[in-house]
Structures are given as structure tokens and as C-alpha cells.
């Protein structure tokens, strides 16, 4: 019997891996050339990509840097500008603290001068300061300080305090000598002023070396320190130290303890500086004080016991 087409057996079906590898087949002889020169454009377009590529990626990476290294210089900038403030902010801090806390030290130092202070004032005083020695109406020791206030090449000019003196006012009177070391030497009174216990005494030694005279401002006042000083003194002199109570027409009326070789000596500032006399007598109030004394200030020898023309020291005034 004749076999029909409906009757021919169906071919059997083809493995998975025959038409994967036939699709493969199909797509390499589509897309893959078949020559050198095919597969040399290929590579050469694989190349031009990957270079492209990288270009690209390369000009992205130099972008991300240069963000990053304006980032950097930015920050750098502000943080050197804030670092500069804050150096400046410290600087005027510290600058204001130390104005500050000097201020506040102005009293102490006021309320207290230490040894050195002390020290350093008879240093530099001292040469300037004499002991003077005489004897008063009664024949007993009259003792007191004076200061060089002026000097040229024949003498020296001292200020000393009338008390001291007094009775070498007189004549005949008892000698005056001023003492310093191991020197005695004979001084002249030369001229006094009796109401502001200010004496004036000349000594026959060219250019001794003279005490400075405090300028008017700034001005004295009261609270401020001061120093009375003595030509008597193991080391060549001795100093007290006391207050300004109250400052005057009628002078200084201070705390300083003003003993008996103390008076006719300088009343300093703490500079070394002459701002008057001091004095155990001078009372311009007509009454004696007990632990406060009137100093006459420096100026006021110039009204009698010394010629200041134009606020200057030059000379004696009118001898008497």
C-alpha cells in the first residue's frame, strides 16, 4: 500500500544546542567580517571607542579635580582669613587684659613700694643728698638732709630746711657743715625763707650732681605715693614712704614720717623726682600736726630762697 504525505512520518526535532549554534553561526556571519581588512576596522573601531571613552573619562576626571582643587583654595583662603581674624581677635584680647590688669595694679603699687623700689630710689638719689650737722640757739645738736638743686663750675646750690639752721642765722652764728661719706665740709647759709622753713646753702664743690625737679603735670594728688629721703644712711642715705593726704595752695600735706635728719631732705616721687621739701616745722594752717605733715612744694623756693626765671633753676635768690 502507498504511503500519502499524511501518512510520512514526522522528522524528529532538532537539539536546543543545534539552533543556539546555528543563531551564533547566523550572527557572526552578519555582524563579524569575514576578511584582515574587516577585522582590522573592527579593532580600529574598537580603539577609536575606547579612546573616546577614556577622553571622556579623563575629561570628567580633570573637572571632578579642578572642582575639588577650587574647593580646596576656597576653603583655604577662608580658613586663612578666619585664622588671621583670629590671630588679630587673640592679639587685642591680650592686649586689652594686659592694659586692664595694669590698671588694676595702679593701687597696689600705690599701696605698697617694695624693697627694690626703695632700693633703687636711694641709688639713684643718694649722690644728690647730704647730711647737714650744726647746733641750735642752745648750743645742742641741730640735725637735718639737704639736696643739690643747682651747680656750675665754682659751687653747688642746696636746699635744706630753716629749722636745721636757724641759729646760724644770727650773728655770730654756729658753723654749718653737710656730710657725706667720710667728707665734712663747711657750707655758707646763704639765705632762708622762714615762713616755708626753706634755707638755701652753698657749698664750694663745682658741679655736684642735682636732683630733677617733677614737672606740674600730670599733677599730684592725693592717694599718690611719695618718698622723703635723709643724707644719713649706711648706704649713703635713708628713705620713708607715706600718702599724699591732701594737695593745696598751702602745700602737701602728707603721711610720710618726717624724723629729725629727715627734714631739709627731698619728698620725692616715685620716680626720684623732686616735688618739695619736707619739713617737721612747716605748718601753714597755724597749727601743728601730729602724724600728718605740710611740705612746702619746690616751686616755692623759687618765691625767696632761689632765682627761677621762667620756672628754671639758675641761681641764689637775694642773700640775707
Not at 642765722?169 to 622753713?197: C, N
Request: proline share 7%; charged share 20%; aromatic share 8%.
Amino acid at each position: 500500500m502507498a504511503t500519502t504525505e499524511a501518512t510520512k512520518p514526522a522528522a524528529p526535532p532538532r537539539p536546543a544546542s543545534a539552533v543556539a549554534t546555528t543563531a551564533a553561526a547566523r550572527w557572526r556571519e552578519r555582524f563579524l567580517p569575514r576578511s584582515i581588512l574587516g577585522m582590522s576596522a573592527l579593532i580600529l573601531a574598537a580603539a577609536v571607542g575606547a579612546a573616546f571613552s577614556g577622553t571622556v573619562l579623563y575629561a570628567y576626571y580633570e573637572y571632578r579635580l579642578n572642582l575639588v582643587d577650587h574647593r580646596v583654595a576656597a576653603f583655604e583662603s577662608r580658613f586663612r582669613q578666619n585664622f588671621d581674624n583670629a590671630v588679630g581677635t587673640i592679639h587685642s584680647e591680650r592686649d586689652s587684659a594686659k592694659a586692664d590688669i595694669q590698671k588694676e595694679l595702679v593701687p597696689l603699687q600705690r599701696l605698697q613700694a617694695g624693697g627694690d623700689i626703695l632700693n633703687t630710689l636711694i641709688k639713684q638719689d643718694e649722690p644728690s643728698v647730704w647730711f647737714v650737722h650744726t647746733v641750735d640757739q642752745a648750743g645742742q645738736p641741730s640735725v637735718g638732709s639737704a639736696f643739690v638743686v643747682a651747680a656750675d663750675n665754682n659751687q653747688s646750690l642746696l636746699l635744706t630746711s630753716y629749722t636745721t639752721v636757724q641759729a646760724a642765722t644770727r650773728r655770730p652764728g654756729p658753723d654749718v657743715f653737710v656730710r657725706k661719706g667720710d667728707q665734712d665740709i663747711s657750707a655758707t647759709l646763704y639765705t632762708w625763707d622762714e615762713q616755708r622753713d626753706l634755707a638755701l646753702l652753698v657749698l664750694s664743690r663745682p658741679n655736684l650732681p642735682k636732683l630733677p625737679i617733677a614737672p606740674t603735670n600730670p599733677p599730684l594728688k592725693v592717694g599718690d605715693r611719695v618718698f622723703a629721703m635723709s643724707g644719713l644712711g649706711g648706704s649713703g642715705g635713708a628713705i620713708s614712704q607715706g600718702f599724699v593726704a591732701d594737695v593745696s595752695a598751702a602745700g602737701i600735706q602728707h603721711d610720710v614720717p618726717v624724723g629729725a635728719a629727715f627734714q631739709g631732705g627731698p619728698l620725692l616721687d616715685s620716680k626720684g623726682e623732686v616735688l618739695a621739701v619736707a619739713s617737721r616745722a612747716y605748718a601753714p594752717l597755724n597749727f601743728a600736726t601730729d602724724a600728718v605733715f605740710f611740705a612746702a612744694p619746690i616751686r616755692d623756693a623759687c618765691n625767696k630762697v632761689l632765682h627761677c626765671p621762667g620756672g628754671d633753676i639758675t641761681g641764689a635768690g637775694d642773700r640775707r
